[in-house]
């Protein structure tokens, strides 16, 4: 089975300063997808990035991008010019390409980020 | 916008007693699912289905039911709500034939089993 660890339970940054936020996980495939979702107070899921490990290029979506390293199995976000609607708890996933919609998503246990005005 | 809605949002219950939340969508996707979220624990899939009438355990299935009578709905039974059941149930949805993509989420339903 496959598992997804966020080592962060919790990260502080200034407002427009940049921060990285980390995941790691554990697989013995070698095709699969990878997330990030973000989770504000009002408790919706939200889609920030998804990257495809066939593809060697980072993600990139407007201030957020990816670090993606395969061999190490590590998918870390970065943020850019943070602001205070990033605030939120940010959750890594990971899901199979193999298995199809038949495999879920498995998360992390997710950061909590903080944005400081 | 996945077109989700997950009733009710919020919902008290007493132990034992049978709740059911429902999971509808727009889109006539093939794979729904269920999940909990739990501090501590992330997201952690219960049940999936990938078509009427088909589903599927996920890894938290123990005391869980569910069931797909029109693609359109998805049903989580709890059969006899237990304390250990208060939680945060996202329903979601895969797009495509295959499924195997990201997942769209509902708002969530906050259950308090006392």
């Known amino acids: 089975a496959q598992t997804v660890t966020q080592s962060q339970p919790e990260m502080s940054v200034q407002e427009a300063e940049t921060v990285t936020l980390s995941c790691t996980y554990d697989?013995?495939?070698?095709?699969?997808?990878l997330f990030w979702y973000k989770q504000p107070p009002s408790r919706q899921m939200i889609l920030v990035i998804r990257?495809?490990?066939?593809?060697?290029q980072n993600a990139t979506e407007n201030r957020f991008s990816v670090n993606f390293q395969k061999a190490a199995k590590s998918f870390s976000l970065k943020i850019s010019d943070s602001q205070l609607g990033d605030a939120a708890m940010y959750f890594c996933?990971?899901?199979?390409?193999?298995?199809?919609?038949?495999?879920?998503?498995?998360f992390g246990k997710g950061t909590h980020l903080i944005i400081q005005p | 916008d996945a077109g989700i809605t997950q009733s009710p949002r919020h919902k008290v219950t007493e132990t034992g007693t049978p709740v059911t939340l429902r999971c509808h969508q727009t889109?006539?996707?093939?794979?729904m699912y269920w999940y909990r979220q739990d501090p501590g624990h992330g997201l952690r899939l219960i049940h999936y289905?990938?078509?009427?009438?088909?589903?599927d355990k996920g890894e938290v299935s123990d005391g869980y039911s569910v069931s797909r009578s029109k693609t359109e709905d998805f049903l989580l039974t709890l059969e006899s709500a237990t304390s250990s059941q208060t939680s945060v149930y996202f329903c979601?949805?895969?797009?495509?034939?295959?499924?195997?993509?990201?997942?769209?989420f509902g708002q969530g339903t906050r259950l308090t089993v006392v």
């Open positions: 889109e006539n996707h093939r794979y």
């Open positions: 979601a949805i895969s797009k495509g034939q295959t499924g195997n993509t990201e997942a769209f």
């Open positions: 697989t013995s495939e070698s095709d699969y997808y």
């Open positions: 996933a990971y899901r199979s390409w193999a298995g199809g919609g038949a495999d879920g998503l498995t």
């Open positions: 289905s990938y078509g009427v009438k088909d589903t």
């Open positions: 990257q495809e490990a066939y593809k060697q």
